[in-house]
T-cell receptor, first 110, second 113 residues
Framework: RKEVEQDPGPFNVPEGATVAFNCTYS??????FFWYRQDCRKEPKLLMS???SGNEDGRFTAQLNRASQYISLLIRDSKLSDSATYLC???????????FGTGTQLKVEL | NAGVTQTPKFRVLKTGQSMTLLCAQD?????MYWYRQDPGMGLRLIHY???????AKGEVPDGYNVSRLKKQNFLLGLESAAPSQTSVYFC????????????FGEGSRLTVL
C-alpha cells in the first residue's frame, strides 16, 4: 500500500463549481500535512498547510481527519487558473522528509 | 534572488554515459533534496542532505550519487545512465524544522536512449 494515496482524476468541472479532493495516508505517525500545486511541466509549489482544526485560504479549505487518516482540499468558485495537479504531501514527525502523493488533476472548463 | 536553480534543463544521454545535475540555491537552506518524477509514480526522493558535507539515501538511491561540498550546491550524479533513469528530476531546498515548504527548481528533463 502506498504511504499517500490520491485519486488521479482528472476532475473536469465548470467554472464556478465547487470541487473536493481527498487523500489518504497510511502511517499513523505522520504529523504534518500539506497541499502542493503543480502546473503542467512546472515545479510543485506549496498551496497550503493543513492544520488539525482545518484552515481556509480564500477559496481553498483544507481539513484533516486523523481518525480516518485522510486530508481533504475544497476549492470553491473554481477558476480556469485553478487547472493544475494537486499533490497531497505528508511529513512524519521528527524528520524532514516529505512523502508526495501522485497527485489529482483538475481541469476547470468554460 | 534566483531561489533554486537547476542545470541543465534538458539532456539526452546514451546508455552507459555519465552526467551530473547541478542544483544551486541562494536561500540559505540547510536541507536539500533530489527527487525524480515519473508518470503515475509521483515525486520520489533519491537522496537528500541535511547540511554541508552530509548526504543520505532516500527512497530510490540506486544508480545515483550525490555530493554537498558547499551549502549552496547539491550535485546529483549518474555514473552509468540507464533507460530506467529517463525522468524529470527536481531539486528542492527547505523543509526545515516546523515547516513543510520545499522550494523546487524548475526541473531537469533527462532522456536516456
Amino acid at each position: 500500500r502506498k504511504e499517500v494515496e490520491q485519486d488521479p482524476g482528472p476532475f473536469n468541472v465548470p467554472e464556478g463549481a465547487t470541487v473536493a479532493f481527498n487523500c489518504t495516508y497510511s502511517n499513523s505517525a505522520s504529523q504534518s500535512f500539506f497541499w502542493y500545486r503543480q502546473d503542467c511541466r512546472k515545479e510543485p509549489k506549496l498551496l497550503m498547510s493543513v492544520y488539525s482544526s482545518g484552515n481556509e485560504d480564500g477559496r481553498f479549505t483544507a481539513q484533516l481527519n486523523r481518525a480516518s487518516q485522510y486530508i481533504s482540499l475544497l476549492i470553491r468558485d473554481s477558476k480556469l487558473s485553478d487547472s493544475a495537479t494537486y499533490l497531497c504531501v505528508v511529513k512524519r514527525g521528527g524528520g524532514n522528509k516529505l512523502t508526495f502523493g501522485t497527485g489529482t488533476q483538475l481541469k476547470v472548463e468554460l | 534572488n534566483a531561489g533554486v536553480t537547476q542545470t541543465p534543463k534538458f539532456r539526452v544521454l546514451k546508455t552507459g554515459q555519465s552526467m551530473t545535475l547541478l542544483c544551486a540555491q541562494d536561500m540559505n537552506h540547510e536541507y536539500m533534496y533530489w527527487y525524480r518524477q515519473d508518470p503515475g509514480m509521483g515525486l520520489r526522493l533519491i537522496h537528500y542532505s541535511v547540511g554541508e558535507g552530509t548526504t543520505a539515501k532516500g527512497e530510490v538511491p540506486d544508480g545515483y550519487n550525490v555530493s554537498r561540498l558547499k551549502k549552496q550546491n547539491f550535485l546529483l550524479g549518474l555514473e552509468s545512465a540507464a533507460p530506467s533513469q529517463t525522468s524529470v528530476y527536481f531539486c528542492a531546498g527547505g523543509g526545515d524544522a516546523n515547516t513543510g515548504e520545499l522550494f523546487f527548481g524548475e526541473g531537469s528533463r533527462l532522456t536516456v536512449l
